[in-house]
Structure formats: C-alpha cells, structure tokens
C-alpha cells in the first residue's frame, strides 16, 4: 500500500523560508511522480510543484517559480519542497501526492495524498 507522510510545516515570518518532506512507501521513485498541492481557507486545492520519475525538469506554478524548490532523495524515498522567500499568501495546507504518470500539476492525476502539513506565513 502506497504511503505518503508530510512533514516540516510551521510558522514563519515573511521572508523565512522552510522545507517540506514528503516520505513515501510502497512503491520505489522509478515508478512514481511526487507533486505538492495546497489548500487555503475558502479556497481551492491548487498544484504548487512537481517532479518526474526520471528526474527530468520540474514542474512550478507561476506564484512560487524562483522561490520554492522541489527535489527527491532515492535513498530515502522521501521528496522536499524547499520553500524561500515566504509570503503570506503562501499560507495554506501542504500536500504531497503521487501519480503513475508525468501529471505535471494535474491534481486529478494523482491517486495518492498525505494527509497535509499546515503553513503559517505571518506578514
């Protein structure tokens, strides 16, 4: 069974910066896509960034290019969003999902969600 757990949430000021992990079981990174998505208040789910099985070219949304930084570690199946520069828009809940396809930032191509960490980014 397909396991994947968040972690490294918080509270931060503008400016601040923190990183994600998302640690997965039951499949190996050659077979899988890792995405995050977040949710804030009243809001809608939106993709955030994402990375391929083969370690081609990420995927960013346009709000968080130059400033958040997907990367993967094989050794430890677990996947980070570095996040840098922080705003307070940027607060939301953070999922990580995985997908058996090269989904890009298509949320309905992924079968598989953690159960989110909370981002606080206080102006």
């Known amino acids: 069974e397909v396991q994947l757990v968040e972690s490294g949430g918080g509270s931060v000021q503008a400016g601040g910066s923190l990183r994600l992990s998302c640690a997965a079981s039951g499949f190996t990174f050659d077979d899988y896509n890792i995405g995050w998505f977040r949710q804030a208040p009243g809001k809608e789910r939106e993709g955030v960034s994402a990375?391929?099985?083969?370690?081609?070219?990420?995927y960013y949304a346009d709000s968080v290019r130059g400033r958040f930084t997907i990367s993967w570690d094989n050794a430890k199946n677990t996947a980070y969003l570095q996040m840098n520069s922080l705003k307070p828009e940027d607060t939301a809940v953070y999922y990580c999902?995985?997908?058996?396809?090269?989904?890009?930032?298509?949320?309905?191509?992924?079968?598989?969600w953690g159960q989110g960490t909370q981002v606080t980014v206080s102006a």
């Open positions: 999902a995985g997908s058996i396809v090269d989904a890009g930032l298509l949320m309905g191509s992924y079968t598989h």
């Open positions: 990375v391929n099985s083969n370690g081609g070219h990420p």
